[in-house]
Structures are given as structure tokens and as C-alpha cells.
DNA sequence: TTCATTCCTTGATCTAAATCAGGATTTTCG
DNA sequence: CGAAAATCCTGATTTAGATCAAGGAATGAA
């Protein structure tokens, strides 16, 4: 069986600003902001980005590979509440009362950060920004509502056509392909995320498979049928 | 069988500030805060306070009531995203590119408004209620990101006795008793937020009431044992 | 009050997906 | 590289909860 292309994708000298910010900041404030930017340490693959109760510290930005968001429960459990990619924010979750799940890294993975009491100066001092912040967190708000969506009484081959078509959108929007993406998270993790066994997902994926509309090799996952996929999401 | 007690709760001559930013603020902030703060009309049973698309317009604060926050999809389908009670913010949604729900009163209910323009101007003049702003929008994020725990993988038992759980405790936090308190939602609506059927809803509060951890009658709902109730969450 | 509508409960049946089990494949790392 | 570990796939069985069905309370309007 041959070797599938191992591809990885990245943001190359990214910076929060050009990233997440598009057009709604003018060149005096984005160097502003960029002169803000910390850089981080690469993160090994099953590294903590933060953890869970830690105070809030940072806004991050993924830069390449992908960090879940965790909850872990008492008993040892795990809920997973997120898959971040390059282009994305993640933090935002530790602004009330330090955070609220903790954030690994599922693969080598770069991020870069905006510090708290720079992120308090720049929202007072630039309208834009804090509308910006403010939209974005809103757009949290909504993706995560619509995940309820995706959860409450669906079949699991309707999460997981959901699942792959929000990896699908968010890839296109990162200015990489919708079609052909690295599927980096395990079986078991995407089944933990969509509140399904492992085995359900593995079957549902090799269904999707069967009937043309995808194909996986390896970490690689190609759209082969975007429309009839987006059928089978059944809203 | 004897007529339960109705009973409503309200937060009289609320305003925003009062309810929702408690020691965020000195006085005269709280003053300029509360002199942005609209009126809005009663909503009756059904009414909408705000539709799917519509551009933002303000934040609403519950004063009396419950409203309920709906995603209508394509095929009329609909999915609950969230309950709002006295003393809640709702609206925090729309801030993106507007509303991604729609906001439904469930019963007769009163809200007051913070509009955009005061929003927008304050947030930037006060850096207190800016961050309180942000700490609110982490917490529904943090709120809806729970829910995600509450959805995936727990059985109809667990989900509903987290519901309770989560109901007693945001009564309590109003200053409303934890023990007792209004359910004033069907249980077709409960079931629709919690991914289950009504009948399997009905059910578990049987259940529930036969082994004496609650009891239900009409509107009111009745914590008998708190402490066996929260076990039957199971985290 | 009475009637109509909506809401709630309970029972019987059916099904999607969990669980259990085993083997195959891929990845990791010394 | 090669062995160990992790991950993935597929089949058989079981079960929680959906669905179908019907009668009973509560609510609201006339």
C-alpha cells in the first residue's frame, strides 16, 4: 500500500493581527498590536497550552499543527470541546475566572500569544480592536451553540458529515483547500467530541467512504462529494 | 388534588448594572450605565425579542419571565440553544454579524435593553465594565461549552438531573431559593435543549420524583434531595 | 362553567448505536 | 531498521431511548 503524502499546514510568520484581524485594523494599529505579540515555545505533541483553573494569560493564536480544548471531570473523564486550527484563536475561555478546560496540543504544534494587559490596553485605546474581540468571542458563542445543534438528536453519520463539512468551511476560510485537509485528531478523540464510541466513527468513516463521498489515507482526508456530503449533515 | 401555588419570579426595578455587574463598578459609572439602559415592551407567551438575522440592537437583561434562544433550521426544525431567567444577559450572539438565534419569551416576561451606540461608547470610557463585558461573554462561552458536557455521551437520567442542577444553582445565584423554583418550560422544550424526546423527559421526572429527590407540581419544581441528586449527574 | 386545546404521562415496540471482542494496520522511538 | 505501542477496523450482541399510541390533567377562551 503506498505511502500517503503526510502534509502539514502552517501560517509562516503569522502574527495575531494578520491572522484574525483582517481589515478591521489600520497599519499604525496593527504594528501596535504586533509589537504586543509574544512568540511561544514549540509544543510537543500531548503538551498543555494551559491548563484547566490556570489564570487567563494569554490569547493564542495557532500558527501550525492543532490543539483540542479539554474539560477533564472528576472521575478522570475527558470531554473534549474543541479542535483548533492554524488561523484560530484559542483562550477565550479564561476570561472570567481563569480557565475552564485545558488546552493540548494534538500534534507539534506553534502558537504565538497576546498578553492579557496588552490586550487591556489596545481595547481601550482602539475602538476597532475591541469591537473586533468582541466579535470574535460572539462568534465563539455561536459556534459553540452551534455544536448543541450538531450534538442534540442527531445520527452519528449526521455528526460526523457535519463535523467533516465544519473542517471542510474552516480550512477554506484559512486559505487552504476544502477539499483535501489533515484529519491530525485520533478516532477516539473525534468520538469523544461528537459523543460517539470510536468504533461508531470508524464505521460511519468507512459508510462515507464506501459511498464515494470521502476518502482518509492515513492523516489525509479528501472531500471526493462535497454536495452529496453536505446532504447527509440533514440539517 | 389541590391547586400547587403559582408563583413567579422578578427582579422589580432592575436595571442592568444592579443585576449583572455587582462591585464592577463605582457609583457614577453605574449612573452613566444606567442611563443608557431602555425600557422594552412586555413580551406575551411566544413573542419574540429578537429573530434570527436581525442585526444587533442591544443586550437584554431578564427582569421577569423566561425566554428561551432557538436556531431555526432549514427543514423548520428547531434546536434550543439556552433558557435566559431573571437577573440573565441574552443577546450576546449577535455581536459577530448578527443574530444566530432567535430569542422567544416562554411565558409573559420583561427585559430592559443596553443598545449598541451606549454599549459601544461606555465599554470604551470605562474600563471596569469593559472587562466585566468580556468576563460575561467568556462565562456563555464557558456556559455553552459545559453544555457540551451535559449533551455528549450521558444518559437521559444524568442530563436531566444536571439541568436541575444547573437551574437550582443559577436561582441561587440570584437570590432566589435553590430548593424551589419555577420550571416554566414544556417538557418538549426541555427535551429539545437536552436531545432527547419529551416522553423519555416525562419519564426521568417521574423517576426522579418516585425516589424522592424531587417533586413536581405544575409549573414548580421542588428539590427534596439535593445531595442524592446531584450523584444521579455522575460527572 | 363548559369546551377546546395544549400539555403530560404511561405502555408497547423497535432501532441506532454502545459495548464486547479480536485482529490488522500504522506510528513511534530506541 | 524492527519491536512495542497505539490506533484503527469489523463482527456479534445488547440496550437505552426513540417512536408509536392512547388516555388523563391542566390551561385558557367563550
New binding site residues.
Partial sequence: ?R??PKFSLSCRDCSLAELCLPRALDTEELEQLESKVKQHPVLA?GALLYNLREPFHSLYVVKSGTLKTVINTASGEEQITGFFMPGEIVGFDGLDTGHTCSAVAI?RTTVCGLPLAAMDDLTGAIPSLRREIFRLMSREITTDQSMLLTLA???????IATFLMNLSERFRKRGFSAVQFPLAM????I?NYL?????????V??NLSDANLIS?H??VLTVLNPTSLALRVGQ
Avoid at 485520533?186 to 478523540?189: F, K, L, V
Fill in positions: 500500500m505511502t500517503p505533541r500534534e438528536r442527531r445520527t452519528s453519520e449526521e455528526r485520533a478516532r477516539q478523540d468520538g459523543g460517539m464510541a470510536a468504533e461508531t466513527v470508524s464505521r468513516l468507512t482518509v492515513g492523516r
